[in-house]
């Protein structure tokens, strides 16, 4: 991983906390020598809850919480007392946040709104101590049940970022610029490939005080969907994005070829990426004239809509906001965006192209050593 403030993929070993023993005591007082089963039940163990925090914007908090453990549930005391519950633990998130068992890759769940809680480990119930277990036949059972075991799995967290515009282009194309341009956001800019080396989120302020949110994402280039560059790094982050809005740059020799670059780059990292909405925004126009831009238009891909911009001579920028702005309302963008969202997180993930260095200093508690552990209680 990267050494930088932008973690956007963590693994973390959580476990719920045991069930407390329930009690098999007995009642003695003075005057009361045979007063029966009063053995109480044991608490629950506590459990691990993700919950969406909009105030994090990274997974960084978590890079160096390798283990994140509930309390156990107390045991069941004398005279039908109840044990104390585990304390939960609350893992807060930034939205956006997939999880999947570091193991299978399988699935677990998704954190998308600020406040959601997921409970991703349940902690063990408490026995039921011998008080419950009395009958007429019965009068003094001497058994309790112990408390339910804890359960353990180490997960990977993946940050995909929330945006509405995901911005794909090769390095230097003049995304930063763009988004420098129309956003809060102050990314770098300079005149050498790879500037950016993580993404970042700017909100574009848009008319009658409504926005929408636009995502810099490092340069694309022809391979990155087999780790050139950059790689796949942070393709992961337009997954989430409703629209793709490609930038080449006018001064390209070809810009129907780049853009069909760059459109196989994105469907090779993820076919159903085809399925948004897409606008083609052909940057750097200052260093074109009006005839030739007529020309170059005349070639580019039909069923595609485009805008000639230029984020330093700040042209057709309104044009291209008004377009973005009409595609993301769009009832069809809507419909696809929460179509897309559903299939595309819902399946489970290659953990192996996931890079951990320093895996080796995390000591995983395997079955065997948690059985031992039970004993050992
Ligand atoms: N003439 C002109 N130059 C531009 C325009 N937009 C960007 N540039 C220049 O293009 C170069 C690259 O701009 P960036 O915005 O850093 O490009 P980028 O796509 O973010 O590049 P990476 O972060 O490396 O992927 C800079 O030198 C900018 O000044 C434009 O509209 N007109
Ligand atoms: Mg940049």
Not at 49 to 68: F, K, P, S, V
Not at 159 to 164: G, H, S
């Amino acid at each position: 991983m990267a050494e930088s403030n932008f973690i956007d993929y963590v693994k973390i070993c959580c476990r719920s906390g045991k069930g407390g023993r329930g009690s098999a005591h007995m009642h003695h007082a003075k005057y009361n020598y045979n007063g029966g089963p009063d053995g109480g039940d044991g608490g629950r163990g506590g459990h691990i809850y993700l919950r969406g925090n909009h105030n994090y914007w990274t997974l960084l908090h978590l890079r160096y919480e390798r283990h994140i453990f509930a309390g156990h549930g107390g045991d069941g005391g004398d005279c039908r007392s109840h044990g104390a519950d585990g304390e939960d633990r609350y893992i807060d998130v930034p939205v956006g946040t997939v999880v999947y068992d570091a193991e299978t890759g399988e699935y677990i769940c998704d954190v998308n709104e600020d406040g959601q809680l997921v409970m991703l480990l349940k902690g063990g119930r408490g026995g039921l101590g011998n008080w419950n277990f009395r009958t007429a036949t019965n009068q003094a059972p001497r058994y309790a049940q112990p408390g339910e075991p804890m359960v353990e799995r180490t997960v990977i967290m993946e940050l995909k970022l929330l945006a509405d515009v995901g911005l794909v282009g090769f390095p230097n194309a003049g995304k930063s610029t763009l988004v420098n341009a129309i956003s809060t956001a102050k990314p770098k800019i300079a005149g050498y490939p790879f500037t950016t080396l993580e993404p970042s989120l700017g909100i574009v302020p848009y008319r009658d005080g409504q926005s929408f949110v636009i995502a810099d994402i490092p340069g694309i280039i022809e391979g990155a969907s087999e780790g050139k560059g950059l790689g796949l790094r942070f393709l992961r982050h337009i997954e989430r994005n409703s629209l793709l809005l490609f930038m080449v740059p006018g001064d390209t020799e070809d810009i129907r070829h780049e853009y069909e670059v760059l459109l196989n780059e994105v469907a090779t990292y993820n076919p159903q990426l085809l399925d948004k909405q897409r606008i083609l925004a052909i940057t750097k126009c200052d260093l074109l004239d009006d005839e030739l831009q007529e020309m170059l238009a005349a070639d580019l891909p039909s069923d595609l809509p485009h805008v000639f911009i230029s984020a330093v001579a700040m042209k057709n920028i309104t044009e291209l906001k008004d377009m973005l702005w009409a595609a993301l309302n769009s009832e069809s963008n809507k419909i696809a965006a929460t179509l897309n969202r559903e299939s595309i997180i819902q399946t489970g993930k290659d953990i192996s192209t996931f890079d951990f260095p320093d895996d080796d200093d995390i000591e995983y508690i395997d079955d065997a050593d948690i059985e031992d552990l039970e004993e050992d209680c």
